[in-house]
């Protein structure tokens, strides 16, 4: 696992205008090169010339009450948003196949009852965060964490590894959605890159 002086900011696996209509071009631009540039910049340094540099990410969110409050918020960012631009896709939408369709079904019941519960945890968020599909002792959950938080840091509510995970920030859709959450969280469904999540889960094991 790299540490965190070797972290690059990721490049967008897809041009800024890619996911439109769902997502908006200028939304996009701003928030991979203003936003996530912004986390990861204050990330490098609040770390720099440090232990932590030389600790994975992953390493310190699990005793990140023990770190300043800016590796939270910046490392919590630069990560949340890392796995947020590979999870969506110009392709994508429809629904996971395979074992992670299984998991789905047996845990939630059916695909759209696991999508209906996403959508309402991710709509009922209060101001600004997170939600997730995560995978906690083989089990898969749905949550939502403030912030930058996600459930992988000791003092989110929720604990495991994230394999989804959707921006309700409004920085993420206000331009094009403005107060409108819940068609924002709609569009998302479009735009789900189901092998992505399908190659998360299957790491984990
Ligand atoms: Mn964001």
Known sequence: MSTVKELKFPELPYAYD????HIDKQTMELHYSKHHKAYYDKLMNAVKDSDMENQSLEAMFANISKHPVAVRNNGGGHWNHSLFWKILSPNGGGQPSGRLAEEISKTFGSFDAFKEEFSQVAATRFGSGWAWLAVKDGKLIVCSTPN???PMMDVSECQGQPILGLDVWEHAYYLNYQNRRPAYIEAFW????????????????
């Open 18 to 21: 890619a996911l439109e209509p």
């Open 148 to 150: 930058q938080d996600n």
């Open 190 to 205: 479009k735009l789900v890159n189901w092998k992505e999540v399908e190659n998360n889960f299957d790491q984990i094991g």
